[in-house]
């Protein structure tokens, strides 16, 4: 008996496991936050998700995981995600790989980017996929990536703020005013440089950046788009509305929802796209109030996370309204803004957490307010203050609606008895056909076929490809206007893959390092014209104090090769000083001074005479004035002297440092040796132009001093005695 309760109380159990599981799965909350295209400059192309068309972007497009741009040559385009804000250079390929409350991952085929990150929360990812690596975003800050056309190479720039970059089996952080360009997806072989100087494409983000102070005052910084406010408005205090920001620059006759088109976005539905540059954050965020006649938008409260909405709108009528129109009576679609304190009902399936952020994020409204809607879907008593103002109902007939075409230039107007008599509701009743997703623009630009097949790094796993609309359409048609809950699109079956990135995901065994050690670069590499501050082609260096070190290293490793002239005389060896010459490189001079003592081979003594003449070339190097005192040594080894002369003669055959010898000798006298050895005086002979010490000077010259005279017959005793010794 025991056991049977016991496995009743575990079957028990598990059936409410598996309700609570359905109940989740039926009822899954879409991501609170979108992507918003905002910004559009030449020719910008836009394919959604699961689908293969490529048709021309729209502004206040809001982006979707699966969705992907292609940013044409000497096109621009600035998508906002979250508090990110993403700007994309001419020639640039990106697909939103996954974006829901805590991931934004970007996909970066090709081309560049600008990314400023205002706020980042400690669970929150912010990741950038390119075929080399996967760029992860850990701080506030300034970003840009490169990857060239042919998905070779990728470039990092950190300008303010931290990052890490992810390879196969290696991962780095990198700081602030660091620049890395990797090759392959190993992290190996990479270069290092200073962080590259600001460019127009620069220049024209941080422009962008600074725009939005004022609104930033009244508005939540969650809400996307706020910052094109103040370009095209203004604020005021409306009582019993608070702060209420005013649009400039509209017809008379203009209300909210008009200017622009609904589109079909899983998971919310039908969703507004507006035409005005300022239109994302009135249409997905906050309430409409009629003030005086004119329409003022008040937004949510300034402290609270803003929860997107896909239209603050309720629709008028059911499937069957009807709407005149020139051509008779048709099948149309109405709507109105909501006002403030209104509640608004979502048309897909939300949790009752949800339900409640939605409204209390976008407006001020009391909480039995929203459970009493909340707890009774079919409500129909509810007053709502725009529906009676006039020129705030806006109908198209259906097939505008659902084609996606401009609502403007269709818009009819109803009268006060057909809108009194029809139903208030949440969904508006048309099932999407293609064109719904795809939307009305014309055939836009294709990325390069290479760019779209080329497989990236990444280091989260992004979810599954979306499920194309084709699958699901007969699907949507069941339930009209209304999405498809997480339950009913599992049992979608497409009949062909949908189309989906090449994505790696890397697991690094390591934890990321500080910064990438010293590498090579691989043999042919080319820089880029930017790397122009790597002291050294084929070095990588990784921090600024090595870097200013290392364009000395060439001539340490050449001044070895000084002291092999004449390695058989040791006074040779010991003038050039490798140590000396490592401290002072730019100065080649010291170096060839030995050269310059060589030419004299007949005479021992000579080659000791040039030794002062160099004292005044380095004054700073007193090391040099006690070589004589080491060469004194010299007489006692004349075998070693004759040994090296004749073959270092013929080397040499041009030297014209040897002109400064005669300067050189003239300070003989100081040295000792030469008082130890007075000679008589000799017959007066001229010096020649270009005296040399091998050479006897001409007859019939200018008289010579007694230095002069007594160096000869020294040189003349020496030579004798040496034919002597012969």
Known sequence: ?????????????????????????????????????????????????????????????????????????????????????????????????????????????????????????????????????????????????????AGDATIVVVREGQAEVFGEGAAYVVDAGRAYRFYGTGLRDYETFEA?????????????????????????????????????????????????????RVAADWA?????????????????????????????????????????????????????????????????????????????????????????????????SYFNN???????????????????????????????????????????????????????RLSREATAKAPVTAVAAVAPVQASVRGAAAAGFKPPAEALKRPVVARAAPPPAPVPFAAKQSALAAQPGRPLDAAALAAVKPAAPAPAPS???????????????????????????????????????????????????????ETPKAPAIAPQAPEAQKAPQPPEVQRRPQRPEVREAPKAREVVPQAPEAQRAPQPAEVPRRPQRPEVQEAPKAREVVPKAPEAQRAPQPAEVPRRPQRPEVQEAPKAREVVPKAPEARRAPQPPVAPKALPPKPDAAQPAQKGGARKSDAQRRLEEKLKREEDERQRRQ
Do not use: C
Not at 102 to 125: D, M, S
Not at 508 to 528: F, I, L, N, S
């Open 358 to 412: 939605v409204n209390t994020s976008n407006t001020t409204i009391r909480t039995t307010n929203i459970t009493n809607v909340y707890n009774n879907v079919n409500v129909t008593n509810i007053t709502y203050v725009n529906q009676q103002v006039p020129g705030a109902i806006v109908a198209v007939p259906s097939t505008t609606f659902v084609q996606s075409q401009p609502v403007g230039r269709s818009a009819v």
């Open 503 to 557: 994505v790696k995901v890397v697991s690094p065994a390591e934890r990321p390092v500080a910064r990438p050690k010293p590498q090579a670069v691989a043999p042919g590499r080319r820089r880029a014209p930017e790397v122009q501050t790597a002291p050294q082609p084929s070095v990588i260096v990784p921090t600024p104090a090595q870097a200013q070190k290392a364009p000395l290293r060439p001539e340490v490793r």
């Open 1 to 149: 008996m025991h056991e049977q309760r016991s496995r009743a109380r575990i079957f028990a159990l598990l059936l409410g496991a598996a309700a609570l599981v359905l109940a989740g799965w039926a009822s899954a909350d879409p991501p609170s936050r979108v992507a918003r295209l905002g910004y559009l400059s030449g020719a910008v192309s836009f394919s959604p998700a699961g689908e293969n068309d490529w048709v021309q972007a729209t502004m206040n497009r809001p982006l979707i995981t699966g969705d992907s741009l292609w940013v044409d040559a000497g096109a621009r385009a600035e998508l906002q995600v979250g508090s990110a804000v993403v700007r994309m250079r001419g020639s640039t390929s990106l697909t939103l790989l996954n974006l829901d409350d805590r991931v934004a991952q970007l996909q970066l085929a090709q081309g560049t980017l600008n990314v400023r990150v205002r706020r980042l929360g400690p669970q929150e990812v912010f990741e950038v996929a390119t075929p080399n690596l996967a760029y992860s975003i850990r701080r506030p800050g300034r970003y840009r990536i490169e990857v060239d056309a």
């Open 196 to 248: 590259l100087q600001d460019d127009e494409f620069d220049r024209w983000s941080s422009d962008r950046d600074r725009r939005g102070t004022v609104a930033a005052r009244y508005v939540s910084r969650d809400v996307i788009g706020y910052e094109d406010l103040d370009e095209y408005g203004s604020w005021r205090t409306a009582e019993g509305y608070g702060n209420v920001w005013m649009p400039n």
């Open 256 to 352: 909210p929802y008009r200017d622009g088109h609904w589109a079909w976005i899983d998971p919310w539905g039908w969703t507004w796209v507006d035409d005005a540059p300022w239109g994302f954050a009135v249409s997905h965020y906050g309430r409409w109030a009629n003030i005086g006649g004119t329409w003022g938008w008040i937004p949510g409260p300034v402290r609270a996370r803003a929860v997107y909405a896909p239209a603050l709108v309720a629709f008028v009528g059911g499937s069957n309204f009807q709407i005149s129109i020139s051509l008779g009576n048709a099948l149309g679609v109405a709507w109105f803004p909501l006002g403030p304190r209104d509640v608004y009902r979502p048309s897909y399936p939300v949790s009752r």
